[in-house]
């Protein structure tokens, strides 16, 4: 079974950073893309940044050179830098992996359970 855990979450005034981290471990063979998604109250979960294995970024317009996602491979973990946050920001955001699973030899597409970043004065 595959897991992933963030951290980083937090209470930040408008304008602060914050860096969320999210770390998958269990039965790994290989991880293809990770994401980072968000979900604020009353609105659909959506897409905030992606990378894949070879570090291809995506990002949504509303992140656009404000945000920073990165991967460390070795370590299974992939990261989100925050900066310049605004109180829109404000949500759930949410770990996504794209995992082939050792014991399981298939693609499992693994959520974490999320973390709460709140920009408020």
């Known amino acids: 079974q595959v897991q992933l855990v963030e951290s980083g979450g937090g209470l930040v005034q408008p304008g602060g950073s914050l860096r969320l981290s999210c770390a998958a471990s269990g039965s790994i063979f290989s991880i293809n893309a990770m994401g980072w998604y968000r979900q604020a109250p009353g609105k659909q979960r959506e897409l905030v940044a992606a990378i894949t294995s070879g570090g291809v970024t995506n990002y949504a317009d509303s992140v656009k050179g404000r945000f920073t996602i990165s991967r460390d491979n070795a370590k299974n973990m992939v990261y989100l830098q925050m900066n310049s946050l605004k109180p829109e920001d404000t949500a759930v955001y949410y770990c996504?992996?794209?995992?082939?699973?050792?014991?399981?030899?298939?693609?499992?597409?693994?959520w974490g359970k999320g973390t709460l970043v709140t920009v408020s004065s």
């Open positions: 996504n992996a794209e995992v082939l699973d050792a014991g399981l030899g298939t693609w499992m597409d693994v």
